[in-house]
């Protein structure tokens, strides 16, 4: 396995190589940053459990910049887990979010950046969890590694198998609707794993401020691969 740095210089070694994983230019004046820390006044302000409510806000943070697309969150420390008991558990709540997402909407196209085969899949149904998940499994120079797409529509696991081949650009999936989602107002969460530690169908999005330097040695910065100039390489 390598880690995170080792993984990340193999990418940067090959950015020019990458397909665009939503069919949208992330470096077009329609994206902006979204904030989702605890300095957001809007989201205090917000009953995060209604879904609906909790679409509106995010709606509302797009429109005030003029942007229909939002990206951010890699390693950012946020408090809307609190809305759901899949992460705020009594002992360390998971607030450190592990792969970017692009907020955008629903039934929109996702594609691969790489040749690719299903790693794994399956429908993580709880509130606030990844709703339909799909793992790819990619190799570059010999090094095997992997992507996760979470927040998808259920038809995107229809007919999928484990192995199934994409090739790079392949259409993989639709972004998902709430409820069906997870529960979340239409976004991809897209992160990158040097490994999959023995998991299957599911791997760690948001994890506790604890278990931040494991994560960070094996979760590199998935903007290596999505090149949104608003967010940090």
């Known amino acids: 396995m390598k880690t995170t ?57 797009l429109a005030e910049q003029k942007a229909t697309i939002g990206v951010g969150g890699y390693f950012e420390d946020r408090s809307i887990y609190r809305r759901s008991s899949h992460f705020d558990a009594a002992a360390e709540s998971r607030n450190l979010h592990l792969g970017i997402d692009i907020w955008m909407e629903a039934e929109k196209p996702i594609f691969t950046p790489l040749d690719a085969i299903v790693h794994s899949f399956q429908d993580n149904n709880n509130f606030g969890d990844y709703g339909p998940t799909i793992i790819l499994q990619h190799e570059l120079e010999g090094v095997t590694f992997y992507t996760l797409y979470g927040h998808l529509s259920r038809k995107s696991l229809e007919g999928l198998e484990v192995g199934k081949a994409f090739k790079k650009g392949d259409r993989i999936a639709w972004l998902g609707n709430y409820p069906e989602n997870g529960d979340w107002p239409p976004h991809l969460h897209f992160q990158v794993m040097a490994t999959m530690e023995g998991r299957s169908g599911d791997f760690p999005g948001v994890a506790a401020a604890s278990d931040r330097a494991h994560f960070e040695q094996i979760c590199p910065n998935p903007n290596i691969i999505l090149q949104c100039p608003l967010l940090p390489l």
């Not at 004046?29 to 459990?49: G, I, K, P």
């Open 5 to 61: 740095t080792e993984l990340s210089e193999l990418l940067r070694r090959h950015t020019t190589a990458f397909a665009p994983v939503i069919d949208a230019n992330l470096q077009s004046n329609v994206v902006c940053r979204l904030d989702f820390t605890a300095a957001n006044t809007l989201l205090q302000q917000t009953d995060l459990v209604d879904t609906a409510t909790f679409n509106e806000a995010v709606n509302q943070m």
